[in-house]
């Protein structure tokens, strides 16, 4: 029998059977995928084949987003697989989210062709100063390439327009922990009654409320034949990037990209050699000094160790 993984708790897998039955599964301990050491190797979004309370095979899968896991230095953790877009929801403050970790979330989705929709959250507690820096941190991604929308989940202001977004598609919702998922959640899907937490004051960071990752069905639906999913997952405080080899990153960043086409050298790493016209690009402003920052960051995460930190 043949299905979709709609829910992961880590030890029991939720499918829903194409004859529209729910089933909970295990999967054998010496499951492995092929070619990738995983800490969850089924994930949301996964179609599978599933026996006697079994899940004993996974379709190929169009795409997946994946990061290094934060407990085994060369295993993975696949955030969610078979996605048509990725939501990544940030915040300027309370918690704030850093550039280097919203510029490592582009490059993975860029890596496995996901497209990304950045969405700036908790406009409604934002100073004049802060309102002022988040609409320069737009400007910056919508000029890369990058469609951004600025909400409040806690008052529903802009969440209106992010609904015709998500009809038809499956979409990935992901962030630091505490910038407000569960409560956009609860804002898009009505009767989901996520738990959400104060953030702590101490460190001004999110704790986490949401435990496991989980598809939600989205209830105004104009695509009877696609479904339209949301998918929840536990808030991320960093993301190490897994599997990407230094002379493909480039790549992965737009506009360093199109400016790399330039370069003298055809092996160029942008980081010392002449004639680069990538530094040339940072010099002159047309490359945001956060966004070359990022790429350099992960051109170091040949280290071992350097991903464990919080970007």
Same mark, same amino acid.
């Given at each position: 029998?043949?299905?979709?993984?709609?829910?992961?708790?880590?030890?029991?897998?939720?499918?829903?059977?194409?004859?529209?039955?729910?089933?909970?599964?295990?999967?054998?301990?010496? @499951?492995? =995928?092929?070619?990738?050491?995983?800490?969850?190797?089924?994930?949301?979004?996964?179609?599978?084949?599933?026996?006697?309370? @079994?899940?004993?095979?996974?379709?190929?899968?169009?795409?997946?987003?994946?990061?290094?896991?934060?407990?085994?230095?060369?295993?993975?953790?696949?955030?969610?697989?078979?996605?048509?877009?990725?939501?990544?929801?940030?915040?300027?403050?309370?918690?704030?989210?850093?550039?280097?970790?919203?510029?490592?979330?582009?490059?993975?989705?860029?890596?496995?062709?996901?497209?990304?929709?950045?969405?700036?959250?908790?406009?409604?507690?934002?100073?004049?100063?802060?309102?002022?820096?988040?609409?320069?941190?737009?400007?910056?991604?919508?000029?890369?390439?990058?469609?951004?929308?600025?909400?409040?989940?806690?008052?529903?202001?802009?969440?209106?327009?992010?609904?015709?977004?998500?009809?038809?598609?499956?979409?990935?919702?992901?962030?630091?922990?505490?910038?407000?998922?569960?409560?956009?959640?609860?804002?898009?899907?009505?009767?989901?009654?996520?738990?959400?937490?104060?953030?702590?004051?101490?460190?001004?960071?999110?704790?986490?409320?949401?435990?496991?990752?989980?598809?939600?069905?989205?209830?105004?639906?104009?695509?009877?034949?696609?479904?339209?999913?949301?998918?929840?997952?536990?808030?991320?405080?960093?993301?190490?990037?897994?599997?990407?080899?230094?002379?493909? =990153?480039?790549?992965?960043?737009?506009?360093?990209?199109?400016?790399?086409?330039?370069?003298?050298?055809?092996?160029?790493?942008?980081?010392?050699?002449?004639?680069?016209?990538? =530094?040339?690009?940072?010099?002159?402003?047309?490359?945001?000094?956060?966004?070359?920052?990022?790429?350099?960051?992960?051109?170091?995460?040949?280290?071992?160790?350097?991903?464990?930190?919080?970007?």
């Amino acid at each position: 029998m043949k299905g979709l993984v709609i829910k992961n708790t880590g030890s029991w897998y939720t499918v829903l059977t194409d004859d529209g039955l729910t089933a909970d599964c295990k999967i054998k301990g010496n @499951f492995r =995928l092929r070619g990738i050491r995983s800490t969850n190797p089924v994930a949301v979004g996964d179609r599978v084949e599933i026996k006697d309370g @079994f899940i004993t095979e996974i379709e190929d899968r169009r795409n997946y987003i994946i990061r290094k896991s934060i407990n085994l230095s060369k295993q993975s953790h696949i955030l969610a697989a078979n996605v048509d877009q990725a939501f990544l929801l940030v915040t300027i403050s309370k918690p704030e989210t850093s550039t280097t970790f919203i510029d490592r979330f582009l490059a993975s989705a860029e890596a496995y062709r996901v497209p990304v929709v950045l969405i700036f959250n908790k406009v409604d507690v934002l100073t004049k100063e802060e309102q002022h820096y988040q609409q320069m941190m737009v400007q910056l991604y919508e000029t890369i390439g990058y469609e951004c929308h600025i909400i409040s989940a806690e008052t529903g202001q802009g969440v209106d327009e992010l609904r015709p977004l998500l009809e038809g598609k499956v979409t990935l919702l992901s962030g630091n922990s505490g910038v407000g998922k569960s409560t956009l959640i609860n804002r898009i899907v009505p009767g989901a009654n996520q738990r959400t937490a104060e953030i702590s004051d101490t460190h001004n960071t999110g704790m986490h409320t949401t435990t496991f990752s989980e598809m939600l069905p989205l209830p105004t639906d104009n695509h009877p034949i696609q479904r339209s999913w949301l998918i929840d997952t536990p808030g991320i405080k960093g993301f190490g990037t897994f599997d990407m080899e230094r002379e493909e =990153l480039t790549s992965y960043f737009k506009e360093i990209f199109e400016f790399s086409k330039q370069c003298r050298f055809s092996d160029c790493t942008h980081t010392h050699e002449p004639g680069c016209a990538v =530094l040339k690009a940072v010099e002159d402003h047309y490359i945001a000094q956060s966004r070359y920052q990022s790429y350099l960051s992960m051109l170091e995460d040949k280290d071992e160790n350097k991903y464990r930190e919080a970007y």
